[in-house]
């Protein structure tokens, strides 16, 4: 019984490590203009198809306004009033159990208005919301790559034009 439950936790650190080990960073990187006309935070974790819809967003914006890029574990850190705003980009772990720098943003922005939440799961129908927030879901297909863009960007432009 004793070996038993040793393989079983050994198990559920393997599985965690995994998990985490399959979700890069977002590069930090800033992109400045002259008289921006809006601040946009980008933060996350990425991959090949996240990396694809941060790029055309970047692109996007950021000739009119300040881009910055930076890592999910500085999420704390971030005041959202510093920011028109702020997209968050992250993949479910275990039905989003997994997911605590997101859950402790979420939690210490409940009233922020200017976040755009992006969601990828394995489950194209999986849907997410946290209090107000609707999340942008979709599985990392690239079939749906335009459909994500253009909600994100919709989302995003509707805070802007709020400033």
Same mark, same amino acid.
């Given at each position: ?10 198990? %559920? %650190?393997? /599985? ?37 819809? %941060?790029?055309?967003?970047? @692109?996007?914006?950021? !000739? ?17 009033? @510093? ?50 927030? !609707?999340? /942008? ?18 989302? /995003? !432009? ?6």
């Amino acid at each position: 019984m004793h070996q038993t439950r040793k393989w079983a936790i050994a198990g %559920i %650190i393997f /599985i965690l490590l995994l998990s985490l080990s399959c979700a890069k960073k977002i590069p930090e990187q800033q992109f400045v203009t002259e008289n921006p006309k809006y601040d946009l935070l980008i933060t996350g974790v990425t991959s090949e198809f996240k990396a694809d819809i %941060i790029s055309r967003i970047v @692109d996007r914006y950021k !000739d009119q306004g300040n881009v910055n890029l930076v890592n999910m574990d500085k999420l704390d850190q971030l005041q959202c009033d @510093d920011y028109d705003a702020i997209l968050v980009i992250d993949s479910v772990q275990a039905w989003s159990l997994w997911n605590f720098s997101l859950k402790s943003f979420l939690k210490k922005t409940e009233n922020c208005k200017n976040i755009v939440l992006l969601y990828t799961a394995g489950d194209p129908d999986w849907k997410y919301q946290y209090h107000e927030l !609707d999340a /942008i879901t979709s599985a990392s297909q690239v079939e749906d790559q335009d459909r994500v863009f253009n909600e994100l960007t919709y989302a /995003i !432009d509707v805070l802007i034009a709020k400033k």
